[in-house]
C-alpha cells in the first residue's frame, strides 16, 4: 500500500497533495514520509540477495530444486538454513 502512495504522490503530485491522497487512502502522512526516506538494513539488504539467488537457483533447475537442495548455498559464500530457504 505505501508503494502505490508512494507512486502516486509522484506522479500526480502537481494535482493532488499528499496530504489530501492520505486522507483519501485513510493512512496518517506519517506513513508517507516514512516509506518515502526509508533505508534498508544489512540484513534486509542480505536477505534480499539471498532470495534472488534462491530464486535464480530453482529457476536454473527448471523449477525441480527444493528448499533441501538450495540450502546448500554455503558453497556459494551465503549461510542459509534449510528453514531459511
Not at 516514512?34 to 532470495?51: P, Q, W
Not at 537442495?69 to 559464500?77: D, F, P, R, S
Amino acid at each position: 500500500m505505501t508503494l502505490f502512495l508512494l507512486i502516486c504522490s509522484i506522479e500526480h503530485q502537481d494535482v493532488h497533495p499528499i496530504q489530501q491522497v492520505c486522507y483519501v487512502l485513510d493512512i496518517p502522512r506519517s506513513t508517507y514520509y516514512d516509506s518515502h526516506h526509508k533505508t534498508f538494513s544489512n540484513r534486509e539488504r542480505e536477505n534480499n540477495e539471498l532470495i534472488q539467488r534462491i530464486t535464480e537457483i530453482h529457476k536454473e533447475s527448471k523449477k525441480r530444486y527444493g528448499a533441501s537442495k538450495i540450502h546448500h548455498l554455503g558453497e556459494e559464500g551465503y549461510k542459509a538454513s534449510i528453514k531459511h530457504v
